[in-house]
């Protein structure tokens, strides 16, 4: 019943910008904490940055950190990743990840189909 989408992804120049959206949809009580992945071929999946919902703490992969900004619209059940001063290394499928309490008493993990993205140098 619930459903994670994410958006934004595509092909950029080293240097450039783009902003990824992961939209949670379906039968929500409360969506506690969103993380970014990436995963690229050949490496291991890697925690990009995670966001707790309410209070906004936010934590970064040392890679990312200072180019990357994740942030939320509770109101609207969404995630964003700003991405900046892109990498050809940044090259990978990004994946939104969330803690979702669907129930009083079920709380789980639900996760995006994923979306591309392309640096190219």
């Known amino acids: 019943q619930v459903q994670l989408v994410e958006s934004g992804g595509g092909l950029v120049q080293a240097g450039g910008s783009l902003r990824l959206s992961c939209a949670a949809s379906g039968s929500i009580l409360t969506i506690n904490a969103v993380a970014w992945y990436r995963q690229a071929p050949g490496k291991q999946r890697e925690l990009v940055a995670s966001?707790?919902?309410?209070?906004?703490?936010?934590n970064y992969a040392g890679s990312v950190k200072g180019r990357f900004t994740i942030s939320r619209d509770n109101a609207k059940n969404t995630v964003y990743l700003q991405m900046n001063s892109l990498k050809p290394e940044d090259t990978a499928v990004y994946l939104c990840?969330?803690?979702?309490?669907?129930?009083?008493?079920?709380?789980?993990?639900?996760w995006g189909q994923g979306t591309q993205v392309t640096v190219s140098s």
């Open positions: 990840n969330a803690n979702i309490r669907t129930t009083v008493t079920l709380t789980e993990n639900y």
């Open positions: 966001i707790i919902s309410r209070g906004g703490t936010t």
